[in-house]
């Protein structure tokens, strides 16, 4: 028996109707964890907007095991960790910043808060630790009492890192926010405000914010192609990866689509789309640059085969930009990519998996930095 099956008790007790509608509508199930439910009971729909799918699916009746997939899914996406990589100008290679984030570690868990963030505290507090002199790193856990406590009563504990480093002496510290649930990347981003708040109040920078990889950092056309760039290899990966799914947005800005059967069908019709299949590299509208200005590239899913030092594999990555609720603050959306599976051709130990993680994601790291050096704005 799963842990969630143990604690929901499903066997006992099933939500439905209202109660599965306000379940369905938390933010911390997504609209993609709906669809696929659906798509399991034999309903496609193009739209995947929960205002369209949810409606549906509270009006059938799930079996426990549908039930308690759909939670697990949730629960699993939470807790990988999302990279989101930043770096901030110093004004000499021998800035004390070192001394800096020192006189902070015992001060973050005020300076951060939690009170606005209900439900959730700290179950290992956030302090800053070095690693040599050119590395640093702050970890911490929370614990959440789940966004079902109504319901099923669970609690949930999630981590959240901030690395940083100064390589070879160099005029640049950069960050490597790592989080899980969405409360560990606000809480990110309040760390990450304190820091370099820190550092400007200490004349260590001229900026107290961190530049990172946001939406509206590109033109849409650059845009696509730096998800498609950073989506084709990394360092280590044997040959271009396989794109098995991507989600677009229709670019509102074009009321009116070409007469063009290839992108015309999005018109009046589609908002939000996700594709999945097995390769989707070819697919006309992201192999046809003509098409690009008519929509967004959001996610996207890809299968590598890698191979580098003694390790051979296959994971899958997910590059994305944050869920777009509002067109308004669609600019300031930051990107992220997270290492979703790893299989090996042999056996490893717990630590050597670890190893063969960092590095994907390391490799994976300097694929994006290169990238958007390229196709920003």
């Known amino acids: ?32 964890e709906v669809a696929s439910t659906l798509r399991s009971k034999g309903v496609f729909n193009v739209i995947t907007e929960k205002s369209a799918t949810i409606p549906i699916l509270a009006a059938s009746i799930l079996l ?69 002199h050119s590395k640093a790193y702050i970890e911490y856990e929370i614990n959440r009492r789940d ?62 914010e961190p530049r990172k990889i946001v939406f509206g950092a590109f033109e849409n056309k650059n845009r696509i192609l730096f998800m498609l760039h950073v989506a084709s290899r990394f360092e280590g990966s044997k040959g271009n990866g396989t794109i098995v799914d991507v989600t677009i947005r ?52 890809v299968e590598y085969e890698f191979a580098f030092g003694n390790f051979e594999g296959s994971c899958n990555v997910v590059y994305a930009f944050d869920k777009i609720r509002s067109i308004e603050k669609i600019a300031a959306t930051p990107f992220h990519y997270s290492i979703d599976r790893i299989a090996m051709s042999s056996s490893l130990s717990g630590k050597a998996l670890a190893d063969v993680r960092s590095q994907i994601g390391s490799r994976i790291r300097r694929a994006v930095e290169l990238e958007f050096e390229k196709f920003k704005t």
């Open 64 to 132: 426990p095991n549908e039930f308690v997939k759909l939670l697990e899914t949730s629960v699993s996406r939470e807790s990988k960790l999302k990279e989101q990589p930043q770096d901030i100008q110093l004004s000499s290679a021998d800035a004390a910043w070192q001394k800096c984030f020192k006189s902070l570690s015992g001060e973050l868990v005020t300076l951060v808060g939690l009170d606005d963030l209900h439900g959730v505290s700290f179950s290992r507090a956030p302090q800053v630790k070095f690693d040599g």
């Open 250 to 301: 229709k670019n509102e800005a074009h009321v009116e689509l070409p007469n063009d059967p290839g992108i015309k069908w999005m018109e009046g019709s589609v908002r939000n789309l996700k594709v999945d299949g097995d390769k989707l590299n070819n697919f006309a509208l992201l192999a046809n640059s003509a098409y690009h200005d008519y929509f967004f590239l959001t996610r996207v899913l």
């Open 147 to 208: 966004f079902s406590q109504d319901l099923l009563g669970r609690d949930l504990n999630f981590i959240g890192r901030i690395g940083v480093e100064q390589k070879n002496g160099a005029l640049r510290l950069d960050f490597l926010s790592q989080h899980s649930s969405k409360e560990t990347q606000r809480i990110n981003e309040r760390v990450l405000k304190v820091l370099s708040t820190a550092l400007k109040t200490a004349g260590l920078t001229k900026t107290d």
């Open 1 to 32: 028996m799963s842990k969630i099956e143990d604690k929901v008790k499903v066997k006992q007790w099933l939500p439905h109707g209202e109660q599965l509608r306000v379940l369905l509508g938390s933010d911390h199930i997504s609209p993609g």
